[in-house]
């Protein structure tokens, strides 16, 4: 099972954009989850993190502007990404947290122009 994010695109610096990442039952209710992100001349790095008891954490890099959430209805993980900068622009992937290799999908482009 791969899992796909989605909601990607070309947005101006300081706007907003909602990544969605739909989930099996099993990886949503058993797993914390996370939203990463690799820059073409980055190491991918876990941006924000979320518990199945809804605890979340986040890289002090997008503190303060980024919101995860999950969805149970819909086994649904959530990244709400405001007050974006050229420096958010990157592929960005959901996966559990601690990351397995078989839940790496292809991502969602985020471009922010400045």
């Known amino acids: 099972v791969q899992l796909q994010a989605s909601g990607g695109g070309l947005v101006q610096a300081g706007g907003s954009l909602r990544l969605s990442c739909v989930t099996t039952?099993?990886?949503?209710?058993?797993?914390?989850m996370g939203w990463y992100r690799q820059a073409p001349t980055n190491a991918r790095e876990l941006v924000a993190a979320?518990?199945?008891?809804?605890?979340?954490n986040y890289a002090d890099s997008v503190k303060g502007r980024f919101i995860i959430s999950r969805d149970s209805a819909t086994n649904t993980i959530y990244l709400q990404m405001n007050s974006l900068k050229p420096e958010d622009t990157a592929l960005y992937y959901c996966?559990?947290?601690?990351?397995?290799?078989?839940?790496w999908g292809q991502g969602t482009l985020v471009t922010v122009s400045s």
């Open positions: 979320i518990t199945t008891g809804d605890s979340t």
């Open positions: 996966n559990t947290n601690p990351a397995l290799i078989e839940y």
């Open positions: 039952g099993p990886i949503f209710s058993y797993n914390a």
